[in-house]
């Protein structure tokens, strides 16, 4: 790395240096309540953050969020990497690998065995070769059309082309939708709209973790830090049978700029998880954040799912689409203990991930 930069642990004294740096970066402003409620009020601890400094100049930046993570039927604490950035003017002289490598370091000492993330193609084949991570999967994104030809400006600034496909596409969803209510109801289950989670979520993780191999855990620490107490607005829908808690689902909405220009409005379920015997929860669930989201004027709603789980294919018989994977999920094994576990670290057949696990929503 170049003499003139040094690495320093993230202090609240320099934030307006790094407000800055993400402005100039990625252009557009980081809210300042945003940021510390996702590195100092987590729930898992403070997150691990290094800054390089050019004499004074402050011009890169790098995080790990903490996470505690099922793992293999226990409980390990893991981090994810976000918010990695270095001024233009500064880049290919070794700040982000010696803020990768002085982060994975503390990570080691403070007891994560586990690091992960989510970027796109580009970040990540900049990055593979400069930290020694390596490729789980691509995420698999479903999307459904609500309103046909203003969706369709996330693929294209053709008008002609948007009245078209997001006609053709509005159709499909229609008839599959259709077609999944049109089968009998086998079960009664109540929906309803909760502003935060209690005890029984904390049973319900309970009963379903048994169930995955890899996944952050759901308790209600984490779930009220993540959405509850979040500045962003969630909606959160439970699902009930005889007032037991069988699943819930989190969702959002998005402003994203189109392909036109226009600005579109997107829905987001950042999160759903369902006793898989009561699918027909997930069901309801879904159809319920739908409505929701659609209340919200959202013209389309996304999911994050790996396909091997029964979500997703109760998503593509509610009319959702699988398009091209926005993101990848990548992971470093840190501690000793998980590194002896690669094969299964690296197998997707073991991950459960939502987008609410990333910091994208």
């Known amino acids: 790395m170049n003499s003139d930069l040094v ?7 320099i934030w307006p240096d790094v407000h800055r740096l993400f402005r ?3 252009g557009k402003d980081l809210d300042k309540r945003y940021f510390k409620w996702k590195n100092k009020d987590n729930p898992n601890g403070n997150s691990i953050a290094k800054v390089t400094f050019c004499r004074e100049l402050i011009i890169g930046y790098s995080c790990i969020i903490k996470y505690r993570m099922c793992f293999l039927g226990k409980n390990i604490m893991a981090g994810q990497s976000v918010d990695a950035m270095v001024d233009e003017k500064f880049r290919r002289k070794g700040a982000y ?22 970027p796109n193609h580009d970040a990540y084949m900049a990055s593979v070769n400069k930290v020694n991570i390596k490729k789980v999967c691509d995420v698999p994104q479903f999307l459904k059309i609500l309103d046909g030809p203003k969706s369709f ?27 999944l209510k ?20 904390d049973e319900l993780w309970q009963k379903v973790s048994s169930g995955f191999s890899i996944a952050v855990v759901r308790d209600s620490d984490y779930l009220n830090w993540r959405y509850a107490q979040s500045i962003s607005d969630y909606k959160i829908i439970a699902a009930f049978m005889d007032k037991e808690l069988v699943g819930y689902i989190v969702g959002t909405i998005e402003d994203k700029v189109g392909k036109d220009g226009e600005i579109l409005t997107l829905g987001h379920i950042a999160d759903i998880v369902c006793h898989s015997e009561h699918s027909e ?8 954040m739908e409505e929701c989201l659609k209340s919200k004027n959202a013209c389309a709603v996304s999911c994050w799912m790996l396909k091997h789980w029964f979500y997703a294919k109760i998503l593509k018989n509610q009319g959702f689409l699988q398009l091209r994977s926005p993101a990848m999920l990548p992971a470093l094994p840190i501690d000793d203990t998980v590194k002896n576990e690669e094969d299964t670290i690296y197998n997707q057949q073991n991950w459960f991930i939502t987008i609410g696990d990333s910091d994208y929503i």
């Open 7 to 13: 690495i320093k642990d993230y202090e609240d004294e």
């Open 24 to 26: 100039g970066v990625f």
């Open 97 to 118: 690998e010696n803020m990768a490598v002085e982060a994975l370091k503390d990570a080691k000492k403070q007891g994560l065995g586990l690091r992960f993330n989510f």
């Open 153 to 179: 400006g996330i693929f294209t600034g053709n008008k002609l082309l948007k009245m078209l496909g997001g006609s053709l596409l509005k159709i499909r969803g229609c008839i599959q939708s259709f077609g």
């Open 182 to 201: 049109m089968k009998k109801n086998l079960q009664t289950y109540e929906i309803i709209e909760i502003r935060s989670f209690d005890k029984r979520f």
């Open 281 to 288: 929860a997930a069901v309801k669930l879904i159809t319920a």
